[in-house]
């Protein structure tokens, strides 16, 4: 009995030694939203749709190892809302657009990725993460509608939501619960 129990707290000890080293995705997920928030706040656009996904209860696990999932915040705008800008204009303005909106991510903690990003007249992608609590913006600017699309995701990470609703489900350390010796 002393040998199951001991196994059993051992096995207890290592996996809150493997779980509590990084950021858990509630924790990425708040500052995700805040940066997003803060860039969003930060530059004029016209028809804004704004996607937060966020909160608890928007876990993405599509391409994630098992126990960890993402969120996400995506926002959209155009220059122009009157359709009065010609496609010169258009075209100046979305080169214009870039450096400020990858400043303000710069400004708050985040790398550009030089790999992954790339410019033309008229049409920019840039991607910028933060490593530590791992999330991922990347800002595309372009000279049609709408001209400014920003995605920001944190990277798979451990959900405590996920984990607590799966040991509800499956009970922990069953082997222990049967009363075996």
């Known amino acids: 009995m002393r040998r199951v129990v001991g196994c059993a707290l051992l096995v207890v000890l290592l996996a809150a030694g493997c779980t509590s080293g990084g950021p858990t995705l509630d924790e990425a997920a708040q500052v995700l939203a805040a940066d997003a928030k803060k860039l969003e706040s930060s530059y004029s656009m016209a028809g804004k749709k704004t996607v937060d996904k966020t909160g608890e209860g928007n876990d993405d696990a599509a391409g994630c190892p098992g126990g960890t999932a993402t969120r996400s915040y995506q926002f959209s705008g155009s220059f122009d809302e009157s359709g009065q800008m010609t496609p010169a204009e258009q075209a100046e303005r979305a080169d214009l657009a870039s450096d400020p909106l990858q400043s303000n991510l710069v400004g708050l903690g985040y790398e550009i990725d030089r790999s992954a990003s790339w410019a033309r007249p008229g049409r920019s992608s840039v991607v910028l993460h933060k490593k530590d609590p791992g999330i991922t913006f990347i800002l595309l ?23 607590e609703r799966n040991s509800q489900k499956t009970g922990s350390f069953p082997e222990l619960q049967s009363g075996l010796p």
């Open 141 to 163: 600017i372009q000279d049609s509608a709408p001209n400014i699309e920003i995605i920001g995701k944190t990277d798979c990470l451990p959900s405590e939501s996920r984990s």
